[in-house]
């Protein structure tokens, strides 16, 4: 079966989706009917009747599971992005561990507001931890309660008494990493649109332009940096289609140039597939004025299919470092682009 995310990751505590194959429609499965599913980049769910505290109820979920061992973890995610966590073991099904904070106002004259803790979720890791005093002692003093503190603390027990255990969520983070790296390489094409002006003035008119562009590009992820940064190289032909002419000297009518960027990606959730941020900044080298100027842009990239991408994004060229090209081409020029290339 092949596995689909629906909306955003933590929808995977309520339903999921799964198809045959990549050209079958998908089927929407529950925790009410199926027992468990994997995914070889999201990890193992199983689903569950849980109590809530909060709630004051029970909830039908997919709990994801952490740790198994002696001492299992396991953990959920609500649809305000807020994270329970539940134990279970040979003596207990599933105990949710219990953290709660909320603002209190008192009720004297001084309207004194306070944040009140509720941390229920010590004794139950007491209890558990019973059999290794020093992980029983250190689970009252857990700094920060989230999921890295307390997969650290399950750890540390099974390794304590000299129990096997599996790190499940470090296991699938691995293969979640390999495989959104196992592309390192962009080629595509890119087309596009600027305008600009002149910076000095001839017989007291100042003169623009638009101009389109056209050309092709090599995106190089950086190593280990799981796809958030890349190099990025552009040969890219402008060809000024309405401006008037000065002199022989201004006509730039075709116009190469080899732009050399470092783009930094952010990707975001969202209903057309695998999204991201680009900003990107770097030199470009004009070749026919033997020019060195500045650019820098912000794109967004979608995704089509997992294999390939389409992304928009505007840039400003700003700068000129080797010579003035006020006489002969435009400074200051903003672009807009369309880039379709492998994703």
């Given at each position: 079966f092949f596995f689909d995310l629906k909306k955003e990751l933590n929808q995977l505590s309520f339903d999921v989706l799964f198809k045959k194959?990549?050209?079958?429609?998908?089927?929407?499965?529950?925790?009410?009917?199926?027992?468990?599913?994997?995914?070889?980049?999201?990890?193992?769910?199983?689903?569950?009747?849980?109590?809530?505290?909060?709630?004051?109820?029970e909830q039908d979920v997919f709990l994801k599971c952490l740790?198994?061992?002696?001492?299992?973890?396991?953990?959920?995610?609500?649809?305000?992005?807020?994270?329970?966590?539940?134990?279970?073991?040979e003596e207990v099904e599933l105990q949710e561990l219990i953290y709660v904070e909320n603002k209190v106002t008192k009720t004297d004259r001084s309207n004194i507001e306070y944040l009140k803790k509720v941390k229920r979720y010590i004794g139950v890791l007491q209890l558990a931890f019973k059999d290794c005093p020093s992980?029983?002692?250190?689970?009252?003093?857990?700094p920060h309660f989230n999921k890295?503190?307390?997969?650290?603390?399950?750890?540390?027990?099974?390794?304590?008494?000299?129990?096997e255990y599996e790190d499940l969520n470090q296991q699938f983070r691995k293969v979640r990493k390999k495989s959104k790296l196992y592309r390192k390489l962009d080629l595509g094409l890119i087309v596009g649109t600027n305008t600009g002006f002149f910076n000095e003035v001839y017989d007291s008119e100042s003169m623009s332009l638009l101009g389109l562009s056209y050309g092709c590009l090599i995106n190089v992820y950086l190593p280990k940096s799981d796809n958030r940064f890349a190099v990025e190289g552009r040969f890219i032909m402008n060809h000024?289609?309405?401006?008037?002419?000065?002199?022989?000297?201004?006509k730039a009518v075709f116009n190469p140039s080899i732009h050399l960027l470092m783009n930094g990606y952010k990707e975001v959730n969202g209903i057309y597939g695998n999204?991201?941020?680009?900003?990107?900044?770097?030199?470009?080298?004009?070749?026919?004025?033997?020019?060195?100027?500045?650019?820098?842009?912000?794109?967004?990239?979608?995704?089509?299919?997992?294999?390939?991408?389409?992304?928009?994004?505007?840039?400003y060229k700003f700068f000129s470092f080797l010579q003035d090209l006020s006489n002969v081409e435009a400074n200051n020029q903003l672009g807009l682009n369309i880039t379709i290339s492998a994703f």
């Open positions: 194959s990549e050209e079958d429609s998908a089927t929407l499965y529950t925790p009410n009917t199926i027992k468990a599913f994997y995914s070889e980049t999201e990890g193992v769910y199983e689903s569950a009747i849980v109590s809530v505290y909060e709630l004051g109820a740790i198994k061992g002696e001492q299992n973890l396991y953990t959920w995610v609500d649809n305000h992005l807020k994270e329970y966590f539940y134990l279970s073991n992980v029983q002692a250190k689970s009252a003093k857990i890295m503190a307390l997969m650290k603390i399950f750890k540390k027990y099974h390794e304590c008494v000299g129990a000024l289609s309405t401006y008037e002419y000065v002199d022989e000297a201004s999204q991201r941020f680009n900003l990107k900044i770097g030199p470009v080298y004009n070749l026919k004025y033997d020019a060195l100027e500045a650019l820098a842009g912000i794109g967004y990239d979608i995704a089509i299919k997992d294999k390939s991408r389409i992304g928009l994004s505007i840039e």
